[in-house]
């Protein structure tokens, strides 16, 4: 295990006080999940949580949601007590974000526990606050003998299974929270827009599962208070506060956020939808996206906007978090012997090498939304994700992962790791030069994991083109299976700052380890 600060959990009344409580009713009111009312009477409400986003060895980003027009104040402090506590002035919140907005931390201490509140100030008197929403998060390490741990998965509320309070929720999310760990990667799928939501669903078995129902789960979204609505929705579970407010993440997005297996430039024939333009609907859907999930590099000028990026935790580890959907071609049969624009686009690309040549850490993890070698398809003839079902040499989205993997072993670039979710299962693949079709790369490892909240599904098959081996496989015999009957799957990165080894755990609900890789520091072909 890590050598980590030795700083003990936060307790549940820190990461809890002021929480909301979701009643067990299925059907949440109009009144919960509607724009807040703009009454001048009472205090402003944060009652949907904090979350703390990006963090770094001396910055975050610290969310918050009112229920009314509010100014943002947030209070750090080495202790529970707040004593010598910092202030940070933030924003005036509004409806133009949906009465969401963030505040950045800046000039934080390395390696340390931070502990931070939450006050929403009455924009007109700001001697009437609200109840404090407190939260807590480590910042990243200066020294490598810190070490690293963060776990990851993807998946939430797809497929019809959303909060169940038959079973307490999003129950995986407080077992994720008991491993404290120092930052949580969701690797897209945050939502589905494109999945209604019924109040019960009958099991295989005869068991009736029941969700927690809104107005905004009960279409596809294709407003922007639509989408807005998506996002809120998992906030409505305990569990997921509690976990946002002792857990950073680094969020990214794939296709759900939108809709199923979109694409720039799409025209939908669907005739769920009233608006066929999957270019407006995305940009509807990055808008709540932006103002629902702290995310650095959402928040610049228009002209600045992306989610790419690489976010820093300290010497041990550069994490670049990538877009596979804002830049993607149209999904096709991937035969084309030429393409530059692929599932990154030639910027995203030139941006990845670029910043994988220049980073020191000793481990580089490439977080992608979707798999690398397992053959996603959609529709009976195109296809989804990179691999296109062709053993052969590189051909369509195929080329781009070529030319990123040749450039890597041509660098000398060491200790790559590619982590996604998609899915909906979890598994290890280990892909050699050796069994493929094309060669000029350096061995490396992809670990698979998910769903979080959502159907399970059976294994992909593998397409041999970079040479996976599929080590460990863990997923169901037939689609979709609910929650109630399958356990939710998320993965573990221990770094050990001591020998640097990095550890993978594939990790079942209920506590079990399925499967778990050592992987050595400076080296390749493991």
């Not at 481990?363 to 990179?386: R, S, Y």
């Not at 590189?394 to 996604?420: D, F």
């Not at 979709?480 to 080894?501: A, H, K, L, R, Y």
Request: net charge neutral; charged share 25%.
């Amino acid at each position: 295990m890590s050598n980590r600060p030795s700083v003990p959990a936060p307790g549940r009344r820190t990461v809890l006080r002021g929480s909301l409580l979701v009643s067990a009713a299925v059907t949440v009111p109009v009144a919960v999940t509607a724009a807040p009312a703009f009454a001048l009477s009472g205090r402003p409400s944060a009652s949907w949580g904090v979350q703390v986003g990006d963090v770094t060895a001396s910055s975050a980003l610290v969310w918050v949601r009112s229920d009314r027009p509010a100014r943002m104040v947030v209070e750090t402090s080495a202790t529970e007590s707040f004593r010598r506590a910092r202030t940070w002035h933030g924003p005036l919140i509004g409806a133009r974000t949906d009465f969401t907005r963030t505040t950045p931390l800046y000039g934080l201490p390395a390696g340390e526990q931070v502990h931070y509140r939450v006050t929403l100030a009455d924009p007109h008197d700001p001697r009437r606050t609200g109840k404090p929403v407190y939260g807590t998060f480590r910042t990243a390490p200066a020294r490598r003998r810190d070490g690293v741990r963060f776990l990851w998965s993807g998946d939430i509320a797809g497929q019809g299974w959303g909060i169940n309070p038959d079973i307490g929720g999003y129950r995986v999310y407080d077992e994720m929270r008991r491993l404290d760990p120092d930052f949580f990667l969701c690797s897209g799928d945050n939502i589905y827009a494109d999945g209604v939501l019924e109040p019960s669903v009958t099991l295989p078995d005869g068991r009736v599962w029941r969700n927690i129902t809104t107005v905004e789960k009960s279409k596809v979204a294709e407003t922007l208070d639509e989408y807005r609505g998506n996002f809120r929705y998992n906030l409505l579970d305990d569990n997921l506060r509690a976990f946002n407010a002792q857990v950073p993440s680094v969020i990214q997005w794939d296709d759900h956020e939108v809709r199923n297996n979109w694409y720039p430039g799409q025209i939908l024939d669907d005739v769920r939808y009233t608006e066929k333009n999957v270019d407006l609907l995305a940009t509807r859907s990055m808008r709540a996206f932006r103002e629902y999930f702290p995310v650095p590099t959402l928040q610049a000028s228009p002209a600045e906007r992306r989610m790419h990026r690489v976010v820093r935790h300290g010497p041990l580890l550069d994490l670049f978090v990538l877009d596979m959907r804002s830049f993607r071609n149209a999904n096709s049969p991937g035969r084309q012997p030429d393409d530059t624009t692929g599932i990154l686009g030639a910027e995203q690309l030139s941006w990845l090498k670029r910043e994988l040549s220049r980073s020191r850490a000793v481990w580089k993890v490439i977080a992608a939304d979707m798999p690398l070698g397992l053959v996603v398809p959609d529709g009976a003839t195109d296809f989804e994700a990179v691999a296109q079902g062709d053993p052969g040499a590189p051909l369509g989205r195929e080329l781009q992962i070529a030319e990123l993997l040749r450039h890597i072993k041509h660098r000398g670039i060491t200790g790559t790791v590619w982590l996604t979710a998609d899915v909906h299962y979890t598994s290890a693949q280990h892909y050699a030069p050796e069994r493929a079709a094309f060669k000029d790369f350096a061995p490396f490892w992809e670990f698979v994991s998910g769903p979080l909240a959502a159907g399970s599904f059976p294994a992909n098959v593998l397409d041999g083109t970079f040479g996976p081996d599929r080590v460990f496989v863990r997923a169901p015999d037939r689609e979709n299976v609910s929650p109630m009957e399958q356990p939710q799957f998320f993965g573990e990165v221990d770094i050990d700052g001591e020998s640097g080894e990095l550890t993978v755990r594939l990790r079942a609900q209920g506590g079990t380890v399925l499967f778990s890789k050592v992987l050595q520091p400076g080296r390749t072909g493991q």
